[in-house]
């Protein structure tokens, strides 16, 4: 069953500095999102992706973030500045376009531990 | 006012009992419902898109309340398996982002 694939699954890093998560979305959709759930709070939006440009964005897509997809296969998502607040497990999720369904794929995460 | 409230439990019960969770939504403009099961440290999985008619999937049946806002998931027979959090969620438009409630967790025991 195709899936969605995340690296690294954990992340430490200090303070201050730069991150880059990275997604293979399930190879024929063509939405793609990135989620953020704190430990113990709800998972959070962050933002989604169509047709290389940003298509919503959530109040916590600031500056310091941003995503991209370099090639055909990859989705990343950078955090320029990392704060303690960053800390969190970070989803990224694809769907099918039109006509297909809606339903969003999770990957197993990426664990971003800020010092 | 939280757009997805749920009841955080925990519910414990026996193997083999029927248990409901119930969950409501605060944007009448919500178009689509889901229910993912989410377990310790793992990703969100879908379990079931909830739809006006009210679905069922073998064990798993949910139903969706417009007029009230309010979403349902009916488990019969519980497993053990079924131990996680049941995430209430639902989106604004087609292809728009989830909005997630906080989750219910449930602890089958044998």
């Known amino acids: 069953e195709p899936e969605v694939t995340q690296t690294p699954s954990h992340q430490v890093t200090q303070m201050g500095q730069e991150v880059i998560l990275r997604c293979v979305p399930i190879?024929?959709?063509?939405?793609f999102y990135w989620y953020r759930q704190i430990l113990g709070q709800k998972v959070e939006f962050l933002v989604s992706?169509?047709?290389?440009?940003?298509?919503?964005k959530s109040e916590i897509f600031d500056d310091q973030f941003s995503v991209e997809r370099p090639d055909g296969s990859n989705f990343t998502l950078k955090i320029r500045s990392t704060k303690l607040e960053d800390s969190a497990m970070y989803f990224c999720?694809?769907?099918?376009?039109?006509?297909?369904?809606?339903?969003?794929?999770f990957g197993p995460g990426t664990r971003l531990t800020v010092t | 006012r939280k757009e997805v409230e749920q009841d955080p439990g925990p519910f414990n019960v026996p193997e083999g009992a029927t248990v409901a969770f119930n969950c409501t939504y605060s944007n009448s403009a919500s178009q689509s419902f889901f229910w993912y099961r989410q377990d310790c440290r793992k990703e969100p999985k879908l379990l079931m898109s909830v739809y006006s008619s009210g679905n069922e999937d073998g064990r798993f049946t949910a139903q969706l309340n417009r007029a009230s806002q309010y979403i349902s998931l009916l488990i019969r027979d519980s497993k053990l398996s079924d131990s996680a959090t049941y995430l209430c969620?639902?989106?604004?438009?087609?292809?728009?982002?989830?909005?997630f409630g906080k989750g219910t967790k449930l602890s089958v025991k044998p």
């Open positions: 992706f169509y047709n290389n440009e940003i298509s919503e």
């Open positions: 999720a694809s769907s099918e376009a039109f006509p297909g369904t809606y339903e969003q794929y």
């Open positions: 190879s024929n959709h063509l939405y």
């Open positions: 969620v639902v989106r604004l438009g087609s292809q728009g982002n989830l909005i």
